[in-house]
T-cell receptor, first 109, second 113 residues
Framework: GIQVEQSPPDLILQEGANSTLRCNFSDSVNNLQWFHQNPWGQLINLFYIPSGTKQNGRLSATTVATERYSLLYISSSQTTDSGVYFCAALFSGNTPLVFGKGTRLSVIA | DADVTQTPRNRITKTGKRIMLECSQTKGHDRMYWYRQDPGLGLRLIYYSFDVKDINKGEISDGYSVSRQAQAKFSLSLESAIPNQTALYFC????????????FGEGSRLTVL
């Protein structure tokens, strides 16, 4: 069936380190998004990236649609980057987005 | 003001009470969603609506009902709340089409005692 899998499930980093989060999806997608859930529970849109590469400050994302994966890069991590990162994929315009289970990131000072 | 507004933001209630969570949006989107998140877990879809006359069950609709009062408003009801419905609830919106980006409200934290 349609699946979105994220890895790793948990990640602990020292402040200043870099990291790569991965999202694999089981079929071709029309839409791929990355979200950050901060420790207060808010879900924040990071990237809308069905293909290609985008950058926003210390964060960047790349989706290789033909190989069915997306990567989220966090450089020079800060404690405020802590939280859970979700990717979500839209496989068809008439279905809801399918969410991965998330990667829980803890950045330690 | 937030584009997707949820009320209440926090609610404590007792078992058996009827609870309504409301969502309104100013983004002009036609598609609206309700998700549930349990502590330490991911998001699960409760109901979704593609327009005022189109409402669909998600993966965990039992014990919940919804009403799409207008394009901008989508409410979630718990007819008789039970403790295992204690969770964080999110409303989300998206415009029609393959390229519509999903936007979330700030969440409603519900505790059922």
């Amino acid at each position: 069936g349609i699946q979105v899998e994220q890895s790793p499930p948990d990640l602990i980093l020292q402040e200043g380190a870099n990291s790569t989060l991965r999202c694999n999806f089981s079929d071709s997608v029309n839409n791929l998004q990355w979200f950050h859930q901060n420790p207060w529970g808010q879900l924040i849109n990071l990237f809308y990236i069905p293909s290609g590469t985008k950058q926003n400050g210390r964060l960047s994302a790349t989706t290789v649609a033909t190989e069915r994966y997306s990567l989220l890069y966090i450089s020079s991590s800060q404690t405020t980057d802590s939280g859970v990162y979700f990717c979500a994929a839209l496989f068809s315009g008439n279905t809801p987005l399918v969410f991965g289970k998330g990667t829980r990131l803890s950045v330690i000072a | 003001d937030a584009d997707v507004t949820q009320t209440p933001r926090n609610r404590i209630t007792k078992t058996g009470k009827r609870i309504m969570l409301e969502c309104s949006q100013t983004k002009g989107h036609d598609r609206m969603y309700w998700y549930r998140q349990d502590p330490g877990l991911g998001l699960r879809l409760i109901y979704y609506s593609f327009d005022v006359k189109d409402i669909n069950k998600g993966e965990i609709s039992d014990g919940y009902s919804v009403s799409r009062q207008a394009q901008a408003k989508f409410s979630l009801s718990l007819e008789s709340a039970i403790p295992n419905q204690t969770a964080l609830y999110f409303c989300a919106t998206r415009r029609t089409g393959d390229s519509g980006e999903l936007f979330f409200g700030e969440g409603s934290r519900l505790t059922v005692l």
